[in-house]
């Protein structure tokens, strides 16, 4: 079809990155890789244009990432869109970010689908549009037996609250008697969180040169490796994703051992 040869896997990558993708492929890849995709508004500014101008250009560049982390043999890719924070944001541009969804499964999702990919959500589902959320229960519907890649975008997402929400359930199955108290430990409260069929990031990697992680996966990514890049994300590409993951190829990981 007329989008397969437009988007042909392989066509979209630039010469000089496949050299660079074979070698991190003849390397072990990092299973789960997490983005918080920062510095959007930021560059929209320095443009001089509307912020949203710098949530489209990101959308775009999600596609990138994601067909590149596919071909590289990465299992998982978290990608942060929207925070359980961004409520806060002005309402026409809460309001844009929540049509984005819908707007890259249009353009993307028969691609992503030709390239085995499967779809997934963490997040908060009460608060988000029935439209946002109808368009994206379809395409997790679409793409169920798909096992490429799992592109799992956190939406309305805040660990603290997932871990508040976890701590009421166990409390809610030990007064019904589901688990007793003396039983809980790491491993059974992992099952609790939104996260419980994921293994933990090996990788987060985070944009614009913030150093912190607003409120992410705070208690999946306690092993995890951290790599931050002053590129905002509408400028982020193929070439900054193989540092990332080639940095991580070069770090050795104890897990708190010598
Ligand atoms: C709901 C906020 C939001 C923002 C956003 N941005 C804006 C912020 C960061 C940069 C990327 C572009 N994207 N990009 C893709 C999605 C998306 C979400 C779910 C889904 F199933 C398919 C696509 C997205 N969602």
């Not at 993708?21 to 990092?30: C, D, F, N, R, W």
């Not at 085995?116 to 368009?135: A, D, F, M, R, Y």
């Not at 987060?204 to 890049?229: H, P």
Request: with cysteine; proline share 3%; aromatic share 10%.
């Amino acid at each position: 079809m007329f989008y397969k040869k437009l988007f042909n896997k392989q066509s979209s990558i630039p010469e000089s990155i496949k050299e660079r993708m074979e070698l991190v492929k003849s390397q072990a890849v990092p299973d789960h890789v997490a983005i918080i995709m920062d510095g959007n508004g930021r560059w929209a500014k320095s443009r001089a244009l509307p912020r949203i101008a710098g949530h489209h250009e990101g959308m775009k560049v999600v596609r990138k990432i994601s067909i590149l982390a596919n071909n590289i043999g990465i299992q998982t890719l978290t990608l942060f869109a929207f925070s359980t924070e961004n409520w806060k944001r002005p309402k026409s541009e809460v309001d844009y970010l929540m049509k984005l969804p819908a707007e890259f499964l249009d353009i993307y999702l028969p691609e992503l689908i030709d390239n085995n990919v499967k779809v997934q959500v963490i997040g908060e589902k009460e608060k988000i549009p029935s439209h946002t959320l109808l368009v994206v229960e379809k395409a997790i519907e679409r793409t169920k037996n798909n096992n490429g890649l799992l592109l799992n975008f956190a939406l309305n997402y805040g660990s603290r609250s997932e871990i508040i929400m976890a701590i009421k359930n166990i409390v809610k199955d030990i007064k019904c008697g589901n688990i007793n108290e003396r039983d809980i430990n790491e491993d059974i409260f992992s099952q609790y969180l939104m996260t419980k069929d994921l293994a933990d990031p090996d990788l987060l990697i985070r944009t614009s040169g913030e150093i912190r992680l607003s409120n992410f996966m705070l208690w999946q990514s306690a092993y995890t490796e951290l790599w931050f890049t002053d590129c905002l994300w509408p400028d982020f590409d193929e070439g900054h994703f193989l540092d990332a993951i080639e940095q991580y190829q070069k770090r050795s990981r104890r897990f708190g051992g010598i």
